[in-house]
């Protein structure tokens, strides 16, 4: 089973049978958010703090 739908089955699971369906979709995308982080870190697709916020300055110019 693919990585993102167990940990989306785990955190339903985990949740109060009320739970709403925006609450479920909240927190499926969370978790897609986050595993989409954690490839892009391993993949060393990153950049530092003061990168981005040098990055930042610029928006506005």
Known sequence: ???LKE???KRI????DGASIETIMY???FIGQVMEG???AEQG????T???LK??????K
């Open 7 to 9: 940990a989306s089955i």
């Open 38 to 40: 954690i490839k892009d």
């Open 13 to 16: 699971e985990q949740m109060p």
């Open 55 to 60: 990055n930042i300055e610029t928006w506005g």
């Open 27 to 29: 927190e499926i995308n």
């Open 45 to 48: 697709r990153v950049i530092s």
């Open 50 to 52: 003061e990168q981005l």
């Open 1 to 3: 089973m693919d990585a």
